[in-house]
């Protein structure tokens, strides 16, 4: 799958480099500000599971 997307950007490798970058920033920012506030609601992370025991 990377082999496919190195060999399908343009440009020398340099250019290649900087616009794979560009894109995996892109993909961390749309996940941080899209899709895990969206399925944040959907997890138990209220639900503890470390109590006092009585």
């Known amino acids: 799958m990377y ?11 340099l ?7 560009v894109l995996v920033a892109a993909a961390v920012l749309l996940l941080f500000e899209v899709v895990f506030p969206a399925v944040a609601p959907l997890l138990p992370l209220d639900e503890n599971t470390v109590g006092d025991g009585s």
Do not use: C, E, S, T
Not at 15 to 21: D, E, F, Q, S, Y
């Open 15 to 21: 250019v290649r480099a900087l616009i794979l970058l």
């Open 3 to 13: 082999g496919w997307i190195w060999r399908h950007l343009p440009g020398p490798a």
